[in-house]
């Protein structure tokens, strides 16, 4: 059989996927240039889910702020809650229980385990995988 690609004529293009774009898991943009069905450059750009909780928390108190950290990372939530709370007891110069200390861990990487699961799951879904996303939700 012989190959007809390569007699055909090809050009350049170039394709935005994103910000938000239903292949996309989070707002990201990749700017993509192909020859033909050959990737010859790309570009990503992140940072389009800027949410401004900083300016917010700038006027209530440092406890109010805990709802805002958790919706930085819908899966893991808990890490961005330990790490301000972290910073704040740095501020205040509090020290915390050394039980507390590591339940912070354990739960911290409990969350970490999730959120990898939940990316590897919608990984597998984007290739057509749709049972092994429905096991890593489990």
Known sequence: MADV??????RSMELTL???????????RIRVELDGEVITSSETEVGF????FEKECESVRWAQCMPYTDRLNYVSPL??????????EKLL???????????RVIASELSR?????????????EVGGFT?????LE
């Open 79 to 88: 890490i961005n809650n330990f790490a301000f709370a972290g910073a704040v």
């Open 113 to 125: 385990i999730a959120d990898h699961c939940t990316c590897n799951g919608a990984t597998a879904m």
């Open 18 to 28: 994103g910000p938000s774009h239903p292949a996309m898991h989070g707002t990201v």
């Open 93 to 103: 110069e509090v020290e915390i229980p050394e039980r507390a200390k590591y339940i």
């Open 5 to 10: 690609a390569h007699d055909l004529p090809t």
């Open 132 to 136: 092994p996303f429905l096991y890593m």
């Open 49 to 52: 889910l800027h949410r401004g």
